[in-house]
């Protein structure tokens, strides 16, 4: 009986994870730039003593969906959006370049170019981007950002940087718990300047909210079953137990 507990309990442990990611994907469907998150589990034969029908839920490396959504004119200057499948690259909260779709960029108190959760700009450099004092900022297609200095007249232009935007292999990157794209062993990626971006536009999260919440509905019916499993093996040892003490 126990056995039977172990590979219901396997099961309803993946159903519980599933349910999170399906979860915390459907929570961010209007999230600007969000990727969606897949979550993978097979089952794996249990060998050994006892019948070879067992099978355990295994959880495989957890997989994201990176094809791009729906971009949203906004107007707004500082809004960008790349085209295809680049990322922008950013200063991860732990201070490695991490890679983001999320185009909502603003400037800060210090002047610096910044996502909308406040993470850096990278620029063309290495090093994060810095805007002087400007009566206009604009983002050029091929991220080039120009500025119209305080005071100067409209016909005086200054290029200030390049916004860094890289291609990335899909075999080698994964999203960490900070919502952004990593590469393996954090090695900064090369510029690739043949990459587009669209100012004054942003890319919505490409989560399918009916297929999430056909999902949840559909792992919540397996977890019920996992335990109606192990109530049921429950009874059964205790079925067992009672024969075995009238002997």
Request: glycine fraction near 16%; avoid cysteine; charged fraction near 20%.
């Given at each position: 009986m126990d056995k039977v507990i172990f590979v219901a309990m396997s099961g309803a442990r993946e159903n519980m994870l599933a349910q999170q990611t399906h979860a915390n994907n459907l929570a961010n469907v209007s999230t600007t730039g969000f990727k969606t998150d897949l979550a993978q589990a097979r089952a794996m034969q249990v060998f050994g003593?006892?019948?070879?029908?067992?099978?355990?839920?295994?959880?495989?490396?957890?997989?994201?969906?990176?094809?791009?959504?729906?971009?949203?004119?906004?107007?707004?200057?500082?809004?960008?959006?790349?085209?295809?499948?680049?990322w922008l690259a950013v200063?991860?909260?732990?201070?490695?370049?991490?890679?983001?779709?999320?185009?909502?960029?603003?400037?800060?108190?210090?002047?610096?170019?910044?996502?909308?959760s406040?993470?850096?700009?990278?620029?063309?450099?290495?090093?994060?981007?810095?805007?002087?004092?400007?009566?206009?900022?604009?983002?050029?297609?091929?991220?080039?950002?120009t500025i119209r200095?305080?005071?100067?007249?409209?016909?005086e232009l200054a290029v200030v940087d390049r916004i860094k935007?890289?291609?990335?292999?899909?075999?080698?990157?994964?999203?960490?718990?900070?919502?952004?794209?990593h590469v393996d062993a954090n090695a900064a990626q090369p510029a690739d300047l043949n990459l587009k971006m669209r100012s004054g536009y942003l890319e919505s999260s490409n989560v399918n909210a009916v297929n999430e919440l056909t999902s949840i509905i559909s792992l919540?019916?397996?977890f019920e079953m996992n335990i109606k499993m192990m109530k049921t093996a429950e009874e059964n040892s205790s079925a067992a137990t009672q024969i075995l003490s009238l002997s």
């Open positions: 003593e006892g019948l070879p029908s067992r099978v355990y839920a295994m959880t495989e490396r957890p997989a994201t969906d990176t094809t791009t959504g729906t971009f949203i004119q906004t107007g707004r200057t500082l809004d960008v959006a790349v085209d295809g499948g680049g200063i991860a909260p732990d201070g490695n370049e991490a890679y983001t779709r999320s185009g909502e960029l603003q400037l800060n108190a210090a002047n610096q170019l910044v996502t909308g406040g993470l850096p700009v990278m620029g063309n450099g290495g090093i994060p981007i810095a805007v002087p004092e400007a009566e206009q900022v604009e983002i050029g297609s091929d991220g080039t950002i200095p305080a005071g100067e007249s409209a016909a935007m890289v291609n990335l292999d899909q075999q080698s990157i994964y999203k960490g718990l900070d919502g952004l794209m919540s019916r397996q």
